[in-house]
C-alpha cells in the first residue's frame, strides 16, 4: 500500500494506493517553514484512514519548503506518528514531484506556478540544476503571491483604468487597511495575496489585467528559465493552478520567447500516481522496489572523499529510524526462538550473496562470545562455503535449494529458519522458508524491500526500508547495515535470555587467545576482587569465567 501526497503553500492533496484501487484525501498544505511540528502534526490527523488502510509500506511525501534536511525531518517525524514507524518514508521538495509527474522518467525544465513558483532542470530521475525561488517576499516571480502583488499595486498606486479600480474595490473590498493587515499581521500573508489571483482571473478579459499576469510570466522566463543551459531545446513543463487556470496567456508569452510548452497540468498528483505505481522499478512481486530505486547522490565521481565520506555517513544514519520501526517484530521473533532453543532447536540463516555472508558471519560468532557449541545457530549461504569469499553464479536462483542444504542438519519442528534477501525476491530465500514453513518450522525474514513475495511467505517478517542506495542497487551498504544490526539484536538478545550473560559480562566466552584471557581474568578480578595473576590461574584451572564464579558461589 503506497500513500502519495503533494504539497503546496495552501492544499495537500493525497493519494491512498490500495492495488487497484486509488483513494483521494485532501488537507491544508503542510509546509514546515510556515508551520510548526505540531500544526502539521494535527493537520495529518485529519486524514482518514480506514481498516487495513492503516497497513501503509510505502509513504512519498513532495512539498513546499522541505528543500534541507532540517525539514524534511520535521515532515517525516510527523509521518511517523501518524501512520506509524513500519512504513519507508521519501520526503523530497515540491519540485521533484513537479519533474516526475511532468516527465516521468524523462529529462526537461519542470516549473512550478502555484501560491509560489519554482523551477528545476530533471535528468536522470533527479534535479541537476536549480535556479532558488527566493519565497514571495525575494523571488517566486509569476506564482499567485506575485500576480496578487501586482495586482494591488496597479490597483492602489493607480496604474488601472479608474472605472477597473472602483470596480474592484466595490466588488471585493479591497482598502489599503484591509491589505496591510493581511499581509503585515496576519500569519500566511503568500496564501492571501496568491487568493487574489480570483479577481485577476474574474477581470481578466481587461487588457490592463492581462498585461499584469504577461508580466509576471515574462519575469519568471527571464530569471527562471533563460538561466538554464540549452533552455530554448529543452521540454518545458507546467504545474500549479497559476499555471493552469491562465494557461492561454502563458503560452501567449512563451511562444513569444519561442519556447514550446510540452503540458501543463493543475496538480501533480495523477502524474506521481503513474511514476510510483506504473514507471517505477517493480519487484516480481509488483510493489516498488526500494533496493534497486536511483540514489538521491548523483556525479559521485566528481565528489571529493571528504563529500563521499559525509553523504555515506548521511545516509548510514538513516539506517537505526528504519531498524528502530519494527522492533515490535524483531521481539515477537525472539520470543519464538527461545523456547524452540530450549528445547534442543537450532537457529537457522538462509540467504545469498551480501546476506548470506552476513548470517554465516553472526552464525559463526555466537559460538566464541557466548560458549554454545556451533549447531546452534547456523549460517547456510547459497552455493556452499566458497560463496563466502566468491560468487557462485545461479546457485541464488535455485529455488529449493535451500531446503536440500537445510535437510543435510535434519530439521525439526523446534528449529527455526530466518531467510535474508534485500531484495526480498530470491528464489533460493523464498524456496528455503516455503519449504520450512511446510514443515512445521517456525519462519520469519529480514529484508528492505516492502510487499515482497519473501514476507508474504513468512510468519514473521522484518521489513527494514532504508530506502535507496547511496550508490544505486548496491544491497551491501544501508540494506547490509541495517541486517547486520538486527540479527546482532535477535542473537544476542537470545543468548542473554538463555543465561549466556552474567550482569553485563560474556562469562561463557571461549578461550582461544591471549586477548580473551586477559578479558575473563578481568572480569573474575573486577568480579571477586582478586589480583589478576590470581583470576588467570583460576580461570585456566575452571575453563571459562562462569565456571569460577559458580565455584566461588558453591
Given amino acids: 500500500m503506497i500513500l502519495i501526497a ?87 521538495d515540491d519540485l521533484v514531484g513537479v519533474a516526475r509527474a511532468l516527465f516521468q522518467d524523462k529529462s526537461g525544465i519542470a516549473c512550478i506556478l502555484g501560491t ?38 496597479a490597483l492602489h498606486k493607480r496604474n488601472l483604468s479608474d ?30 495575496l496568491a487568493s487574489l489571483t480570483r479577481i485577476a482571473a474574474k477581470h481578466i478579459e481587461h487588457q490592463e489585467i492581462r498585461e499584469i499576469v504577461s508580466a509576471a510570466f515574462e519575469d519568471f522566463i527571464e530569471k527562471n528559465i533563460s538561466k538554464y543551459s540549452h533552455y530554448n531545446s529543452l521540454e518545458i513543463g507546467f504545474a500549479g493552478s497559476v499555471a493552469y487556470y491562465f494557461k492561454e496567456i502563458l503560452t501567449e508569452v512563451m511562444e513569444k520567447h519561442h519556447l514550446k510548452i510540452s503540458l501543463i497540468v ?23 522496489s526500494i533496493t534497486e530505486s536511483t540514489s538521491r547522490y548523483d556525479n559521485l565521481d566528481q565528489m571529493s572523499v571528504k563529500e563521499l565520506l559525509q553523504n555515506i555517513n548521511q545516509e548510514d544514519s538513516t539506517v537505526h529510524k528504519a531498524v528502530h520501526s519494527i522492533i515490535p517484530e524483531i521481539e515477537k521473533l525472539v520470543h519464538g526462538i527461545i523456547p524452540r532453543l530450549m528445547k534442543g532447536g537450532r537457529l537457522f540463516y538462509v540467504g545469498a550473496g551480501t546476506s548470506g555472508r552476513l548470517g554465516v558471519v553472526d552464525a559463526s560468532e555466537i559460538p566464541p562470545t557466548f560458549g554454545v557449541p556451533f549447531d546452534i545457530v547456523i549460517g547456510i549461504i547459497a552455493g556452499g562455503d566458497k560463496a563466502i569469499r566468491k560468487a557462485v553464479e545461479s546457485a541464488e536462483d535455485d529455488l529449493h535449494g535451500a531446503w536440500r542444504d537445510l535437510a543435510k542438519f535434519k530439521p525439526g519442528k523446534n528449529d527455526v529458519v530466518v531467510g535474508i534477501a534485500a531484495s526480498g525476491r530470491t528464489p533460493y530465500v523464498i524456496g528455503a522458508v516455503q519449504d520450512a514453513k511446510k514443515h512445521g518450522l517456525l519462519t520469519a525474514c529480514i529484508t528492505n524491500n516492502p510487499n515482497s513475495k519473501l514476507a508474504e511467505a513468512v510468519e514473521i517478517p522484518l521489513e527494514a526500508l532504508v530506502g535507496p542506495e547511496f550508490v544505486t542497487g548496491s544491497t551491501r551498504m544501508k540494506s547490509g547495515t541495517s541486517q547486520k544490526l538486527i540479527l546482532n539484536m535477535i542473537t544476542t538478545s537470545t543468548m542473554i535470555k538463555l543465561g549466556r550473560i552474567k550482569g553485563n559480562k560474556m562469562v561463557d566466552m571461549q578461550l582461544t587467545n591471549a586477548k580473551l584471557i586477559e578479558r575473563g581474568s578481568r572480569m573474575i578480578s573486577e568480579e571477586l576482587g582478586l589480583e589478576m595473576e590470581e583470576s588467570k590461574r583460576l580461570l585456566l584451572l575452571h575453563g571459562s569465567v562462569r565456571n569460577v564464579l559458580d565455584s566461588f558461589n558453591s
Avoid: C
Avoid at 503553500?9 to 486509488?22: M, Q, S, V
Avoid at 513558483?117 to 506575485?146: C, H, Q, R, T, W
Fill in 116 to 153: 509560489g513558483s519554482n523551477s528545476g532542470l530533471y535528468k536522470d530521475g533527479k534535479i541537476s540544476d536549480k535556479v532558488p525561488a527566493m519565497g514571495f517576499s525575494l523571488g517566486d516571480e509569476g506564482g499567485g503571491a506575485d500576480i496578487g502583488k501586482r495586482l494591488v499595486n
Fill in 266 to 288: 493543475a496538480s501533480p498528483i495523477e502524474g506521481l500516481v503513474t511514476y510510483h505505481k506504473e514507471v517505477h522499478t517493480t519487484n516480481m512481486n509488483g510493489s516498488v
Fill in 6 to 92: 503533494d504539497s503546496g503553500a495552501t492544499k495537500t492533496d493525497w493519494r491512498l494506493i490500495t492495488g487497484k484501487e486509488i483513494r483521494s484525501m485532501s488537507t491544508r498544505g503542510i509546509n514546515p517553514y510556515h508551520s510548526s511540528e505540531k500544526e502539521i502534526e494535527e493537520e495529518l490527523y485529519k486524514l482518514d484512514f480506514q481498516g487495513d488502510e492503516r497497513n501503509i509500506h510505502e509513504i512519498y511525501f513532495y512539498g513546499s519548503g522541505v528543500a534541507n534536511e532540517e525539514m524534511k525531518d520535521i515532515i517525516h517525524r510527523a509521518l511517523q506518528k501518524r501512520v506509524g514507524v513500519h512504513p519507508y518514508i521519501q520526503v523530497q
Fill in 163 to 192: 472605472h477597473l479600480r472602483e470596480a474592484i474595490i466595490t466588488e471585493e473590498g479591497l482598502t489599503m487597511d484591509q491589505i496591510l493587515e493581511n499581509v503585515y499581521n496576519k500569519p500566511h500573508a503568500n496564501r492571501y
